[in-house]
């Protein structure tokens, strides 16, 4: 969708065409850009090596993970059953789909106030479903949010399941201050059913090798980007629980770069 917080753009970018210029440009350099799913590695001695789709092994004098992180959810059987049938951590990428109907989103961070906003420029209703009393998202975000008259925000509720057939998600099943004397039910009716709850940082392949933080990020050394094995660097999302910007992914980007080639320098001394 549209990014406009890159800086380089005065009007915006689309997150496609951000991607194929930095592609061009990274390939004007040389860069053998190829595909594929690192399904494990060997990070016990020099040089490093990727297994990619179970098969191919590459070996590197250095690696910069990127990985980034993943959409979480929150663990409901009914969830599982209709993902991809009205269930969606990823508004941007399916909310064409819901043009003209009813939607929730659920969680009150940042992702969930833009993603509310921008599914509102194409549903009829939004339901932001909040489980506390108060909006974490920035202020700006919540302005937004409370600006915007199809968006009604159910503070303290919870999801307890989402309803539907064959053809999807029909509605949700939401409890209000669960645990309180004040505690009630409430039916909504929906198509589209929307998580912005926060992300979980690929990191799973590494975990052998790799140090990370109690929520699975990377570990990374003072300002640098390294990791704990020499040669193994961490850019992006994957090493930052803070920030989750594409500028600031793109800057760490540029220090494990740094970092590589001089690592690269120093082994080949
Ligand atoms: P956050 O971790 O900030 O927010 C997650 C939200 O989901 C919280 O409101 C949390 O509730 C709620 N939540 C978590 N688990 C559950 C659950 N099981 N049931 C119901 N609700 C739940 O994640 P975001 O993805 O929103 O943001 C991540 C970072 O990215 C932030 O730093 C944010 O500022 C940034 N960001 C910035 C943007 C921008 O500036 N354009 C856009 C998007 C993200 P609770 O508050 O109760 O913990």
Known sequence: TEVENFPGYPEGVTGPVMMEDMRKQ?????????FGIATDVDFSGHPHKVTIDGEKVIEADAVIIATGATAKYLGLPSEEAFRGAGVSACATCDGFFYR??????????????????????????????????????????????FRTENIEVLFEHNTLELFGSDMGVEG??????????????????????????????????????IEVDEQGYII???????????????????????YRQGIAAAGTGCRAAIDAERYIGELHA
Request: hydrophobic share 35%.
């Open 26 to 34: 990274a390939e004007r350099f040389g860069t053998d850009i190829r």
């Open 172 to 209: 949700a099943r939401l409890v209000y201050k669960k645990g309180t004397p004040e505690e009630a039910t409430k039916e909504i009716k929906i198509d589209g059913f929307f998580l912005a709850i926060g992300h979980t940082p690929n990191t799973e392949v590494f975990k052998k090798y």
């Open 100 to 145: 003209g109907k009813d939607v929730a989103v659920v969680g009150g961070g940042d992702t969930a106030c833009e993603e509310a906003t921008y599914l509102a420029g194409l549903c009829r209703k939004v339901y932001l479903i909040v489980r506390k009393n108060y909006l974490r998202a920035s202020k700006a975000m919540q302005e937004r949010v």
């Open 220 to 242: 990374t050394e003072g300002k640098s980007c390294k990791t704990n094995v020499p040669g193994v660097f961490a850019a992006g999302d994957v090493m930052d629980p803070i």
